[in-house]
């Protein structure tokens, strides 16, 4: 690699091109590429991610745009390549959150993102300009876009020729070569040839299928197969497919006319992007082919074709629902035939496949898989990818959109082709590639990462947030009321409630062990976390003392039971002079060394006395002495600033033996 700083005649060093992706690499999802130049940025998509198993709750994946929101004052606009989700699917939560000026972009999906937006209510802060093929638009001093008509599973997409002052970027955005596209605009190829003879400094291309050898078959090869499936069908059929592959979609509305059904759409991406589709005239169909959902269970199933959401298996999406028989109008009949128009997107695999179990466990005929050529994919495979190498012969070469191992895949193509291993770079996410006329190398990083959003979009999972989260699916949530005065006594034995906890211990097990903790941190940590204000009442840090009780109960669930469930303390405060609850090891004593301070984190309470490997010390099985009936957390505070029993209990190792009546059903009303 070269790393010479391209200077002009002049001996004035020019700047270098800076193309930082924020998404989009070792994964496939979130595009979003930023251009810098001197002063100016301009951002090529920016798209979303779906949530993968263990985000419990995430609706949306969006790429850390910190590096945005730091330099928005220099972003110039934005360029969007097409309509699909993972390339405008995080325009509108940008808009909130920093300014782009303006929008260039194809009729198609700009209109699906003026959706987006006037849900999000940020319309009015930026300009939409539409492009048609071969446009040119300038964005900021340095840099201008033309837009190369190509061909995708989505209408309306293009290739970028970016020109900076270093030379001419082709940024090839997500394409396959289809000679005979569905809607008959067919890639401009003599474009990308031009650039290729004027000299292309460097290609960014699309990496998703760089293992699978061949070209990619025309969009067109799935009618024939598809027709076979619709017409040889006794019953009702039902194909669901991405509501955004636009051709796929045509061409399905055209199939169930020729066959003589009716459409019912279900899911709101099928509603919403067929209305836009057939209102821009990218798709054609007639009417009175559609038939609301409620009133087509009145027509003959042979007559019907059901349209829906749900090819990855997200859980929400129709056919997922109606796998479950949990679908308000629709339930699968044995004569029914589904079939998966798309492939599940790595990491939907298991779902897809138990969507597809559960259909067919209720003896609907399922259609699925790579054999029955009812897909094919939008993205081309290795001899499309040397086309467009061959077209563009670039000089440096940077495969992006795809997992690290079809990156090595789409460079060991680019290497076949003659360009040499040292004129291409592999990136990450937050990388930057920096350009000269002579050479390629990396720069600094910038921050690169994920935010996750909830269903609002606008509540961010961040996280500490999914931590708890996956505690809580996976290891459940203990509960704990202790009540504590505030001068540091325990006014009533805790209240421990378990939920989705598996556990060899009970309640009254867990309560022992919390009554512990609390004893503990009040006696090492208090003075701590107790700010005496002079005569007053002292100001404690309750936040601190439930960490505090939180981490200990955590530390030795952990170590007794190999369990981590979510603990959740809080603390009823009882007014100082509360007598002090006679704790079940009040008599037992304290076995615990003295605290080594705050040091490691757990520092004292590592000690040898608390059996921490299961190996404790036999207790000695001296009964606690059960003192007069716990006072009820609430009542607690009424027996106030009567007695001056300040004595903290001291818990000990000491097993819950059961003592007798008044101690059993102390401890069951403990657990609540
Ligand atoms: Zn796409
Ligand atoms: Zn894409």
């Known amino acids: 690699m070269t790393h010479s700083n391209g200077a002009n005649p002049s001996g004035i060093k020019k700047p270098a091109l800076r193309v ?12 979003t590429c930023v251009f810098e130049y001197g002063d100016d940025i301009m951002l090529v998509d920016a798209g979303l991610a779906f949530p993968s198993d263990g985000m419990h709750g995430v609706n949306v994946v969006m790429p850390d745009t910190s590096y945005l929101k730091e330099n928005q004052k220099r972003i110039r606009g934005m360029i969007v390549t097409h309509g699909h989700e993972d390339h405008i699917g995080g325009i509108a939560h940008h808009l909130k959150n920093f300014n782009i000026p303006v929008i260039h972009g194809p009729r198609l999906a700009l209109a699906m993102l003026t959706g987006k937006m006037e849900e999000a209510g940020v319309m009015d802060r930026t300009i939409l300009q539409t492009v048609a093929p071969r446009d040119v638009v300038k964005v900021g001093q340095h840099f201008s876009v033309e837009f ?67 070209f990619c078959p025309p969009e067109r090869s799935v009618f024939p197969c598809l027709d076979r499936h619709i017409s040889q069908a006794e019953g009702r059929v039902i194909i669901t497919t991405f509501a955004s592959s636009i051709h796929r979609v045509s ?32 798709m054609r169909a007639p009417d009175d082919l559609f038939v609301p959902i409620k009133q087509i269970r009145d027509l003959p ?18 056919l997922s629902r ?47 898989g790579k054999g029955e050529g009812i897909h094919v994919s939008g993205h081309g495979f290795q001899e499309d990818q040397k086309l467009m190498l061959a077209l563009t012969k670039p000089k440096y070469f940077v495969p992006v959109h795809g997992e690290h191992r079809m990156l090595v895949a789409h460079s060991k193509t680019a290497q076949s082709m003659g360009i040499p291993a040292d004129n291409i770079l592999i990136i990450d996410n937050g990388d930057v590639v920096q350009l000269s006329p002579d050479s390629i190398s990396k ?34 949530v203990i509960t704990l009321l202790a009540v504590i005065s505030t001068d540091g006594v325990m006014a009533a034995p805790p209240r421990v409630n378990i939920r989705g906890v598996v556990t060899t211990a009970d309640a009254r097990k867990l309560s022992m062990w919390a009554e512990r903790e609390i004893g503990w941190v009040l006696e090492n940590r208090w003075n701590q976390l107790c700010r005496n204000t002079g005569g007053k009442a002292p100001d404690v840090d309750w936040v601190g003392v439930q960490r505090e009780v939180e981490v200990g109960l955590q530390r030795r669930l952990r170590r007794e039971l190999q369990v981590e469930p979510l603990i959740i303390c809080l ?23 003295a605290p080594r301070g705050r040091g490691g984190r757990d520092g004292g309470r590592d000690g040898g006395g608390r059996g921490r490997d299961g190996s404790a010390p036999a207790p000695q099985r001296q009964l606690a002495t059960v003192g007069a009936p716990a006072p009820a957390a609430a009542a607690a505070p009424a027996a106030a600033a009567t007695t001056v029993a300040v004595k903290k209990p001291a818990p000990a190792e000491l097993e819950p033996e059961p003592a007798g009546r008044t101690r059993r059903r102390r401890s069951a009303a403990a657990v609540g």
């Open 20 to 31: 930082i992706p924020l998404g989009g690499l070792h994964e496939i999802g979130k595009n």
């Open 148 to 214: 190369i008509r190509n061909t995708h599973s989505m209408a309306d997409s293009f290739s970028l020729a970016i020109t900076s002052p270093v030379g001419t970027v082709i940024f090839t955005g997500d394409f396959k070569f289809d000679h005979t596209p569905v809607d008959g605009e067919t890639f401009d190829m003599a474009r990308l040839a031009h650039y290729g003879d004027q000299g292309v400094l460097c290609l960014f291309s699309d990496s998703t299928n760089a293992e699978v050898p061949g």
């Open 251 to 282: 061409m399905i509305l055209e199939l169930a006319l020729k066959n003589g059904r009716k459409v019912g759409l279900l899911g709101r991406s099928m509603l919403n992007v067929i209305a836009k589709a057939r209102e821009l005239g990218y």
């Open 301 to 318: 199933d042979r007559e019907t074709l059901l349209l829906m959401t749900g090819s990855q298996g997200e859980p929400l999406a129709a």
């Open 322 to 368: 109606i796998s479950r028989g949990e679908h308000p109008q629709v339930q699968v009949k044995s004569t029914d035939t589904i079939i998966f128009s798309a492939s599940p997107i790595p990491g939907n695999t298991i779902s897809v496949v138990n969507t597809i179990d559960r259909l067919m466990m209720q003896g609907a005929k399922v259609v699925y």
């Open 443 to 476: 720069g600094d990083p910038v921050k690169a990462g994920i935010e996750l959003l909830d269903a609002s979009r606008n509540g961010i999972v961040d996280a500490r947030v999914l931590k708890e989260r996956q505690q809580l699916a996976e290891d459940g």
């Open 571 to 593: 603390v009823q405060p009882a007014p100082a002079g509360t007598p002090a609850y006679k704790g079940r090891a009040e008599a037992e004593p304290d076995s615990r060394p």
